[in-house]
């Protein structure tokens, strides 16, 4: 099946500084990807769709001067938590379509996730 | 507005049957998947319904009535490690996926 995976899995930062997550796809190419960020015993909140050699969609409320996201290939997504604060600390997970894949074109493969503490 | 409305929580016993419901407003729809996501994991795939009626995947099954907005995930034989949380989402007509919050299922021995 379709792998995507998240570095890093989880990252300690102090306020005011920023963190970078990769989501990678690995075994196939994907030319979107999301990105949602999940607070405890909250579902998922999507936050972007970002489209390889184009810009994200926000969504609404979501900074996009905050959070910075850059899709240069088919296989990478990353997203920049810039200025970083303790209310950022969340669960961010990343997702890919593989739209190479007929029948089940529009499933989401969902990497581990990073778990951000800003301190 | 988009709504998708699931229970909060359920409690069922290991080896018993349990049915979860999902039932959802959305503009357009493209198809209606589950997850399963286990506490500090992220979500993985369990199914996904577009046509109305039961699909059924070994001791997971799904339904699911376009016409009533709903949906149900039955699970059957329940083990411990079924318990996690059961997200039910919807494609919308922008395929945008459309996220309810999620029931999480407790199994007690």
């Known amino acids: 099946g379709a792998v995507v995976s998240q570095h890093p899995s989880w990252v300690i930062c102090k306020s005011g500084t920023s963190v970078k997550i990769e989501c990678r796809s690995l075994d196939f190419q994907a030319t979107t990807m999301f990105w949602y960020r999940q607070f405890p015993k909250q579902s998922l909140m999507l936050m972007a769709t970002s489209n390889e050699g184009s810009k994200a969609t926000y969504e609404q409320g979501v900074e996009k001067d905050k959070f910075l996201i850059n899709h240069a290939s088919l296989t990478l997504s990353t997203l920049t938590v810039t200025s970083a604060h303790p209310e950022d600390s969340s669960f961010y997970i990343c997702?890919?379509?593989?739209?190479?894949?007929?029948?089940?074109?529009?499933?989401?493969?969902f990497g581990p996730g990073t778990r951000l503490t800003v301190t | 507005g988009q709504n998708i409305d699931q229970p909060t929580e359920m409690t069922a016993t290991e080896g018993a049957i349990v049915q979860i419901n999902c039932t959802y407003q959305?503009?357009?729809?493209?198809?209606l998947f589950w997850y399963q996501q286990h506490a500090g994991e992220a979500p993985t795939f369990l199914s996904y319904?577009?046509l109305d009626g039961l699909e059924e995947k070994g001791r997971f099954s799904s339904f699911l009535s376009r016409s009533k907005g709903y949906s149900y995930l039955l699970l059957k034989e329940l083990q411990m490690k079924d318990s996690a949380s059961y997200l039910c989402?919807?494609?919308?007509?922008?395929?945008?996926?459309?996220w309810g919050a999620g029931t999480k299922l407790i199994i007690k021995p």
């Open positions: 959305t503009s357009g729809f493209n198809g």
């Open positions: 989402a919807v494609l919308d007509s922008n395929y945008q996926l459309i």
């Open positions: 997702s890919a379509r593989d739209q190479s894949r007929q029948g089940d074109v529009y499933e989401q493969y």
């Open positions: 319904n577009v």
